[in-house]
């Protein structure tokens, strides 16, 4: 898709919301599928991949989490590898045989922001997980982007992840979200 | 089974095996409650996670939930998270900051020393009808190491400094080798349908499972390389009191797996000069060797690596795992995230060494769901006759760290506790060398 000159503030156009979708959807077939070099070749190189702690506090006693805090991923491009590359390794016993898992992407908004090659996008995350014989987990999480577009294509720049579950209720996450 | 069951049927030091079932029983796990989480010093939290006046966090010790809270005189008070009227929990938070909790369903309130203070509509009592300073709910008994918060309800049970034994000879360099440690905030949580007892062996002395099973999350790390040969030379095995500790004296093996390089010279420039100057030359090449630690019941953490954590028994098949990264206080911040950034890319549920070890325990636990299965033991064997004496080494000492010895003797003391009716029944198994026993 050719630049277009969008707004830089309001609501994203029908089309671009169309394109913010279809990035989202291709982005879960390739977690789907085990593509993972494939997805990571749709994040910028400067990707920060963010899934903080969680506690329950009292509302009184609210905090944001921040990135020097405890996270399940805090991950630049070099930390993503490192984890594709241990799919890779041919070592991987947990995931052979494999995981199945599906990604239903929802509740997508798009919006500008002050850079106008870069959207803040939200959306919902519904992983189903089954693994081993019978094992099967849901995972929600709720996602904030923020897509660039890098000559004409959509690459995944930035996400922040926070999950429902308080106390995660699997033994290992081994999917992305 | 019968209050007379001897729990030492349940494993043998000399075949070297385990029964299967103490991974199952419900009335072996209700045992456990009673006689190991009712009566031994547990860890509650790390002083950074409760610095001011009126902080608190709240755990568990067994299936028991208790809030640990940060008193006006910098004292810590632990009790009960159970409201005496009608039972329900007084407080819902993992943490934060009161100057009272105040019971959802009648609006009975507790101070922050945990004493019961006013009632909802009070007036509905008349007088003598409750006598407040009995009907609180119960507190345990509050010692700290070194930063580490231990709780305990048994009024008999001996003091932490005597439970901790010469351990403590190892753990001060993990927890004092350059003043003080800190934890850094929050926590990851999660559960894991297996007994608790096999995430606390696996660090108690299972060197030898990395090798295989952490192949591919050592690769990850290291640049695509996987572990060198197992090295049994010059590396142990320790136990204390049922607490134990496995290592390497090559010095690094652990700060590698972080896979960061500011870490790894922070360590030898910075933390391995002052072990040395502290501790003597050997405790400066056990720390960030390949290691892994125990404390028990229920901690464990890894030197070098800096993840700390605490099993939490959900039933004898779930387990709740609370993770945390632990730093020292003076290191400056870009360290601190460093280990952080580490720990997190290795030990939590999405860590790529982690992710496997999950997968193992519910494996090893689920499958007692076979009646035959369950009847057939588990080996423990390996070094089994490896026992040695060393000069400077305190504790049971084992050659070499690929070895099953800290688990048999973490066994040991769990089936000295479960038989236990007095701690003077409960026998000091290793030879002391820096701690005065009183029972």
């Known amino acids: 898709m050719t630049k277009s000159p969008e707004k830089s503030a309001g609501p994203a156009s029908m089309e671009l919301t169309f394109e913010v979708e279809q990035f989202l959807y291709k982005e879960a077939r390739f977690l789907d599928t085990e593509e993972f070099h494939a997805w990571l070749d749709i994040l910028t190189d400067d990707i920060h991949y963010w899934m903080p702690y969680r506690y329950q506090r009292y509302r009184k006693n609210h905090v944001e989490p921040t990135v020097n805090d405890m996270a399940y991923y805090n991950d630049d491009m070099h930390n993503l590898k490192r984890r594709v590359l241990r799919n890779d390794t041919g070592t991987c016993w947990s995931e052979d045989p494999a995981t199945r898992a599906s990604h239903a ?13 870069e959207y803040k996008v939200y959306s919902l995350t519904t992983v189903n997980r089954n693994m081993n014989e019978d094992e099967e987990h849901l995972i929600v999480g709720h996602r904030t982007d923020i897509l660039r577009r890098v000559n004409g294509q959509l690459k995944l720049a930035k996400r922040k992840i926070i999950l429902d579950q308080n106390i995660f209720m699997n033994k290992s996450l081994n999917v992305f979200l | 089974m019968s209050e007379k069951t001897d729990y ?35 860890f509650i939290a790390h002083d950074s996670m409760i610095p001011n006046t009126n902080d608190f966090y709240t755990t568990y010790m067994g299936e028991d939930g208790v809030i640990g809270a940060r008193q006006k005189d910098g004292s810590v008070r632990v009790f009960l998270n159970s409201c005496p009227h009608r039972g329900n929990k007084f407080c819902f938070a993992d943490e ?9 369903y009648h609006g009975w309130s507790f101070g922050i020393d945990g004493k019961l203070g006013a009632l909802a509509n009070e007036h509905v009592y008349d007088e003598g009808d409750i006598d407040k300073e009995k009907w609180s709910p119960k507190q345990a008994r509050v010692e700290t190491y070194k930063g580490l918060i231990f709780a305990t309800f048994d009024q008999e049970a001996p003091s932490l400094d005597e439970w901790l034994g010469d351990f403590r000879w190892y753990l001060d360099m993990m927890f004092d080798n350059d003043g003080e440690t800190e934890f850094i905030n929050g926590s990851i949580k999660s559960y894991a349908n297996a007994n608790w007892k096999f995430g606390v062996e696996n660090f108690i002395g299972d060197a030898y ?15 695509g390389e996987g572990f060198g040969p197992a090295v049994q030379d010059g590396s142990f095995h ?3 009191n049922g607490h134990g500790w496995e290592f390497g004296t090559d010095g690094y093996a652990d700060v590698v797996i972080g896979g960061s390089e500011k870490w790894l010279n922070y360590v030898r ?41 605490v099993w939490l028994p959900r039933g004898p098949k779930k ?17 601190k995230q460093e280990i952080n950034n580490a720990c997190m890319m290795t030990f939590n549920p999405a860590g790529v060494l982690e992710m496997d070890d999950g997968e193992n325990w519910e494996g090893n636990t689920q499958v007692n769901k076979g009646y035959l299965t369950r009847q057939e033991k588990l080996h423990y064997g390996c070094g089994i006759t490896r026992e040695i004496e060393h000069e400077e080494l305190p504790g049971i ?43």
Not at chain 2, 292 to 307: A, E
């Open chain 2, 319 to 335: 387990l709740e795992l609370r993770i945390f990264t632990i730093v020292n206080k003076n290191m400056p911040e870009e360290i």
């Open chain 2, 8 to 42: 030492h049927q349940f494993i043998d030091n000399k075949e070297g095996w385990v029964d299967r079932r103490i991974f199952w029983e419900e009335e072996i796990y209700e045992q456990e409650l009673k006689q190991i989480f009712a009566k031994s010093w547990q």
């Open chain 2, 269 to 309: 420039d910075i933390i391995k000069p002052k072990i040395k100057d502290k501790y003597g030359e050997l405790r400066s090449n056990i720390f960030g060797s390949l290691a892994s630690v125990s404390l028990f019941p229920n901690i464990s953490f890894l030197p070098g690596i800096q993840t700390f954590r």
């Open chain 1, 105 to 117: 992407i929802s509740n997508v908004e798009v919006e500008h922001t002050d850079n106008p090659d």
């Open chain 2, 96 to 104: 934060g900051n009161a100057r009272s909790f105040i019971c959802n």
């Open chain 2, 397 to 439: 000492i084992y050659k070499g760290q690929f070895n099953d010895a800290n688990q048999r003797h973490f066994y040991t003391r769990w089936a000295d506790l479960m038989n236990a009716e007095s701690w003077d029944d409960v026998p000091t198994r290793y030879k002391p060398r820096h701690t005065k026993i009183t029972k």
């Open chain 2, 209 to 223: 499972h990395a090798l295989w099973n952490h192949d591919s999350g050592l690769k990850a790390m290291n640049n």
């Open chain 2, 238 to 240: 320790a136990s204390v």
